[in-house]
């Protein structure tokens, strides 16, 4: 299949929705394509995303760079596989084999969802700059990716940035992953939604974060604790990713981080307020800037890493720095 570097086909496979784009080297997405995750087995997945894939190699006429794929974890980058927790059908699924089937010739490149989404603000959003970057999603869950010196970290299976597992409370509410405690526990959308509900607020229609969010921003004192209590679970992830690896930045995004003028000042008044080694506090939080797209921009981002293996992706040249928020 001939080659474009200019042209990447770009694959998201989240648990509700399997969306692909071309993404140009700009980080321009164009032709997308997106569909609910359908039920049930295996195979019915994949062929939801299969016909995706085709139509997309027929637009572009066959002439791509490669295809990268942000996945839902877990997964092991060195086979292939995905195990996504919300697509049961999928374990240990041969995905980077069945898209490579598609595109004869072609590399096919695969890493997590949030990794996915830090490369992207590290290239084209609010991560430009960043020697050190943490890209956090606040949603559904809390995932996260690192991007060193333009490098995404990947960890021995491709897992390396599950933050939202930090145990911060041992005592604290149980964890879809079984744990107690855990930022995703705390800080997720459905979880301050829940904990504000046991605490007696009223939403006014469907109990969720948008309603939550409006309440807040008319002054429910309930509402605003919930997202005070979110930012703070959020600002104690990034001592953490702080202290072990130093980033210089974060970059927040998914749909809690909607909310920016709630969660955003949560944050910073938790990171300013706590004593502690300067480093772990000298750190620039920003919102995403990429949105939605950002996890099939990043995916685009791993094919155009030369010399990189599946799952893998090398540094490219960023481009030029954003304004510090300091």
Not at 18 to 26: F, G, H, M, N, R
Not at 59 to 70: D, F, N, P, Q, S
Not at 141 to 156: K, M, N, T, W
Not at 200 to 220: E, I, K, M, R, T
């Amino acid at each position: 299949m001939p080659r474009n570097p200019d042209l990447a086909l770009a694959v998201d496979v989240g648990g509700t929705k399997l969306a692909t784009a071309l993404v140009e080297v700009d980080g321009t997405v164009t032709h997308r394509r997106s569909a609910a995750t359908p039920p049930g087995d295996a195979d019915a997945v994949w062929l939801a995303l299969a016909d995706q894939v085709r139509e997309l190699v027929a637009v572009a006429g066959g002439a791509l760079t490669g295809v990268g794929i942000a996945s839902a974890a877990p997964m092991d980058v060195r086979t292939g596989t995905v195990s996504p927790v919300n697509i049961p059908g999928w374990r240990g699924f041969p995905l980077v084999e069945r898209v490579a089937a598609l595109v004869p010739g072609l590399p096919v490149r695969l890493a997590g969802d949030a990794v996915c989404m830090a490369l992207a603000e590290y290239h084209h959003g609010a991560g430009r700059g960043s020697d050190a970057l943490l890209g956090m999603v606040v949603s559904t869950g809390i995932g996260g990716g690192f991007v060193f010196d333009g490098r995404p970290h990947l960890g021995a299976a491709g897992n390396a940035g599950h933050v939202g597992h930090f145990v911060l409370d041992p005592d604290g509410p149980l964890c879809p992953c079984g744990a107690r405690g855990c930022a995703e526990a705390i800080a997720s959308g459905p979880s301050i939604v829940r904990w504000a509900l046991e605490r007696g607020w009223s939403p006014d229609g469907d109990a969720d974060g948008l309603s939550l969010a409006a309440s807040a921003h008319a002054g429910d004192p309930v509402a605003l604790a919930a997202f005070h209590r979110s930012g703070e679970a959020v600002a104690r992830v990034i001592t953490v990713a702080a202290a072990l690896c130093e980033v210089d930045r974060v970059v927040v995004g998914g749909g809690v981080a909607q909310a920016w003028g709630l969660l955003g000042p949560a944050i910073a008044d938790s990171l300013g307020g706590w004593p502690g080694l300067d480093f772990m506090r000298r750190v620039d939080v920003l919102p995403a800037l990429l949105g939605v797209d950002s996890g099939l921009v990043g995916a685009a981002a791993l094919v155009r890493s030369p010399g990189s293996p599946a799952g893998g992706a090398a540094a490219v040249p960023r481009e030029s720095a954003a304004p510090s928020a300091r």
